[in-house]
């Protein structure tokens, strides 16, 4: 465009035009005598507002505007498509989620809500984060604990294989669990990065796989055997840690940041786990080597993808136990999208505007209910 455009508010004459082309005099008759409405009624989204609201009875300000646009919007019958018949919230619950979401937006004074957004520090409770990572240690414990076991056991023992791992698991996911969940949505991978990496932690796995080794087949032997082995460990877990991340700026769909991170966990995790497989198989057969090698790869990816993954599916477990979302959070949104309370552009959800997403933060439980009756909240005062 070669100028500049615009945008003037909807003047008093276009106004009553619009609502006279709806048949609703009455409501021009009531937004003249009320400057505060009139000032609303100049922006389109609040003149569409007034007009799919108004019943007969007075509005008199925004607060009852937007309880009457709401209240009509959760009982209209072309906006219920989302679920299927008997499985979809009720307006109640559809309000809460809406509040808890809006309160949230607001503490973090963000207008935009991103699925993969959702942080532990969403749970808000200190003894629910805490909850929360103590579950991801376990998890990440117990998988680790499995997996070496399996893998391993034939050469340090089962018992000892999980409760190496077990140990190393924990250590781990009780650390990750402090930290914010970071979707790995596009990898890139350094070879010095990796080589420096899968040196020097193949040389510390190594020492301490060659020390138990040769505790049963002696000294000499067990120490070149797991420094042998540690290198090629060292090399395989490199290439996983050579890799970095940045986020998806566009997002075309909703959760699409963990989908994509689940996803490259798995690709990049039996890529890795096939190298340290065939690694493995010099040193313990093939079969053996190949099982081991893809369940080791597949739970070193944890820190590549998969890991992110597996706590933003605990948290959601936490925030739908808590009676704060619903565990199918994509379609519930898009239900509200339906009811004209959020809009969705890919991936990103926000309010249709600001003040309505201050109207529902400040809601009460209380209001919720009453509103979702069809009773008047204008009375029932905010704490």
Known sequence: MNGAVYLQSIGSQQIQQYLKDLGQKQLWS????NPELL??????????MLAVAYQGQPIQDIESLFNAYIHKQLYNPNYKGTYQPGEKHSA????????????????RKETEFLIE?????????????????????LAIGLMNGLTVGIAFGRVVGLGFGITFGLGIGLFFGLNAGLSDIQPKEQLKWSFRRSLIFGLGFG????LILGLIVGL???????????LAFGLFFGLSSGLSNGLSSKA???KRIPNQGIKKSLWNGLIFGLSNGLFFGLSSGLFFGLSSGLVGGMLIGLIGRLGGGLFDAIQHFILRLFLTKNGDTPWNYAQFLEHAARHRFIQRTGGRYRFVHDLLRQHFAEMTPQQQAILAQGGDVTNQANP
């Open 30 to 33: 009531d937004i003249q005598t």
């Open 39 to 48: 000032k609303l009624a100049k922006s389109p989204l609040f003149l569409t």
């Open 92 to 107: 109640e619950k559809t309000l809460h989620y809406l509040g808890w979401l809006a309160n949230q937006l607001q503490e």
């Open 117 to 137: 957004t959702l942080q532990p520090d969403w749970l808000e409770a200190k003894q629910r984060i805490k909850n929360y990572k103590l579950t991801v240690g």
């Open 203 to 206: 040389l510390f796995f190594g």
């Open 216 to 226: 049963n087949s002696g000294l000499s032997s067990g120490l070149s055997s797991g």
């Open 248 to 250: 998806i700026e566009q």
